[in-house]
């Protein structure tokens, strides 16, 4: 193995080989296979002690070390010397969480002020390691505490037992991060416990039973007077008597009227979520754990669906759920439990698709099988799960029309139940979206004559998916566009210069006849006359499309122009500039009572026709007022 072997290895493998297996022996001398052996992965300063005796005397490599690694016992295989060494000692105390270093500085600089206030400052914990005589002054204390709670443990036995020095650290401190574990003599002191929670809510925990039993000391933890959001912190750790009491319950739950909406729900529900897992223990530890899980998955299901996109609290809920997964183990029996797992599952599934259905394995196998459970599991999946049953499901029919959901993937219906017409027109009605039939149902029924007139009589739409040669079919069609007059769009073209179909398209009022009308047709005045003549009143939106769709001789013939905008003034937008403020076509504009006098140049208007004459041309006061601008 040569240098450029071993660090590679020490950097890809991190932490699988020690150094003591480099060889040969010199490159344990070498500072950059050193160092990389005593970087990559943690606790890997173990590596140092089969380092040449001459990298750990020398001061350059000790200070390169301490810029990467954060092992918080590294200083202990440097040499005496160097551990004597206040830029050595600093550089690895500073580093962060490299304070307990401190244990393996020299007698003298662990009594250094500077050494001191850099340990402290990177972990608290290092206070153990501080000399008797400086543990017990404040400031070190303070500066301890303030990096890690947990340093209080090492405050010295004599101080603790100071009920003034207690106090008066909690008070001026700010309490925090659980305190009172450290703190067990003082669990029962009301005073001590009060000041503390003040600040400090998950102190509650460590309080006694009596105390946790006492609803001015939980109301005090709820709604301590330091915290004016996020309230109600806290009751979970009150004693199961308190959990369990509905009017305590409510009054904290009144107590809320006074906080922002959102922290006012958000507090309500984990009060109540706290209150109904404690009231299910009257049933039974099992009872209580199972209503606990449930609390816990609507949770993460919840967090998931606020921030859908980010994957980082995918990660993060993900890392919850599988904290409980031993528990949703124990519990895999619980239909409802099982389903909402069910429904987290696929909640995380947009970041995490490989692992889909995963979850679902830890149900047990008589829920598996129970058609009921199975059903709840389409339901809160929105379909997706069908993947993960068993293929008998998979190809019950019955099951699947049931249960279908929008996300069900078409593959997982076997091929056997795709190319049955029957079963593909039961999904009618059941589905959410039409679109979803068509990639279901087998390409070979869309080329079947039968099935294509059945399914277009119940909505036209499907004439889409239908074979060219069907969508050529007149029967076909017309049953399509019957059905749904906007089918008309996915009709063969042949059908748009087909005069009798085209005709009656066409007096039923539809856009799609109107915009894609093909020559002869498109050109014949006579016959589009004779078409809007007959077209029903009520249906205006054909004219405005067909005069769009005719070529510029038709759009110029007056007969058209006004029998279209007869029934619809806004084609004004389509009229040719040269025939635009004619008095028989602006007659026929404005008689269909529309605003087309926003399509108009009014100065223009105003100058072509005197008062009178215009007056004649508009009919109606209240929009000849509007126009002169009076």
């Known amino acids: ?176 991060d659980g305190i009172l574990q450290y703190l067990p003599a003082y669990a029962d002191d009301r005073e001590v416990v009060l000041e503390i929670l003040t600040h400090d809510a998950p102190s509650l925990q460590y309080a006694s039973e009596a105390l946790r039993a006492d609803p001015e000391v939980v109301m005090h933890a709820m709604f301590r007077p330091s915290l004016n959001y996020v309230p109600a912190m806290g009751f979970e750790f009150a004693s199961l008597a308190l959990r369990q009491d509905k009017e305590f319950a409510k009054q904290a739950i009144a107590r809320l009227k006074g906080y922002r909406p959102d922290y006012r729900a958000a507090a309500t529900a984990a009060i109540k979520d706290v209150q109904r897992i404690a009231l299910a223990s009257q049933k039974g530890v099992a009872a209580a754990e199972v209503t606990t899980l449930k609390t816990e998955l609507r949770k993460i ?24 997964k031993d528990r949703l183990v124990a519990c895999n029996d619980n239909a409802a439990l099982m389903a909402a797992l069910a429904e987290v599952d696929y909640a995380r599934s947009k970041f995490y698709a490989k692992d889909r259905g995963d979850w679902m394995g830890l149900a047990s196998a008589k829920l598996m099988n129970d058609r009921k459970f199975l059903a709840k599991v389409m339901e809160v999946t929105e379909g997706q799960a069908l993947t993960h049953l068993g293929p008998q499901w998979q190809a019950d029919a019955d099951f699947i029309l049931e249960n279908i959901g929008p996300n069900s993937p078409p593959e997982a219906i076997p091929s056997a139940l795709r190319e049955d017409p029957g079963f593909v027109l039961g999904l009618l009605g059941r589905v959410q979206f039409v679109g979803q039939i068509e990639k279901v149902a087998a390409p070979g029924l869309w080329t079947d004559r039968e099935f294509v007139l059945a399914i277009v009589a119940r909505d036209g739409y499907f004439l889409s ?166």
């Open 1 to 176: 193995m040569n240098k450029y072997e071993a660090v590679y290895h020490f950097t890809l493998y991190r932490g699988e080989h020690t150094l003591d297996q480099v060889k040969p022996a010199a490159l344990r001398a070498d500072p950059e296979v050193v160092k990389a052996a005593c970087t990559h992965g943690k606790g890997l300063a173990r590596n140092l002690m089969h380092a040449a005796e001459s990298l750990r005397q020398d001061k350059a490599f000790a200070l390169a070390l301490a810029e990467v690694n954060d092992d918080p016992s590294a200083l202990q295989y440097m040499s005496d010397a160097l551990r004597d060494d206040k830029d050595v000692v600093m550089a690895f105390v500073s580093r962060y969480a490299g304070g307990r270093n401190l244990e393996h500085a020299s007698e003298r600089l662990r009594a250094d002020n500077d050494v001191l206030r850099a340990a402290l400052g990177s972990d608290g914990l290092a206070l153990a390691h501080v000399p008797d005589k400086q543990r017990s002054d404040r400031q070190w204390i303070d500066i301890a505490y303030g990096s890690k709670t947990g340093a209080v443990q090492h405050v010295p036995p004599r101080l603790l037992k100071d009920r003034d020095f207690v106090l008066d650290f909690v008070t001026e401190n700010n309490a925090k």
């Open 301 to 324: 299901l919840k967090a998931l669906k606020d921030t859908p996109n980010s994957p980082y609290v995918v990660e993060q809920q993900t890392r919850n759920l599988v904290g409980f």
């Open 465 to 630: 998916a239908a074979s060219a040669d069907l969508r050529a079919d007149r029967e076909v069609v017309s049953t399509a566009v019957a059905r749904t007059a906007s089918a008309l769009r996915y009709a063969d073209k042949s059908f748009f210069s087909d005069r009798d179909f085209i005709r009656a398209a066409l007096v039923a009022g539809s856009e799609e006849a109107a915009a894609g009308l093909a020559e002869p047709l498109v050109s014949d005045i006579d016959f589009l006359l004779e078409c809007l003549g007959a077209a029903a009143n009520e249906r205006i939106g054909m004219p405005r499309r067909l005069i769009a769709q005719v070529p510029r001789k038709v759009r110029s013939d007056k007969r058209f122009l006004v029998a279209c905008l007869k029934r619809n003034g806004w084609c004004i937008e389509n009229v040719p500039e040269a025939l635009r403020y004619d008095p028989e076509v602006l007659k026929a504009a404005f008689s269909s009572r529309m605003a087309v006098w926003k399509e108009l140049d009014l100065d223009k208007l105003r100058s072509l026709f005197p008062q009178n004459e215009l007056a004649q041309i508009v009919s109606d006061p209240a929009v000849l007022k509007e126009i002169l601008g009076d």
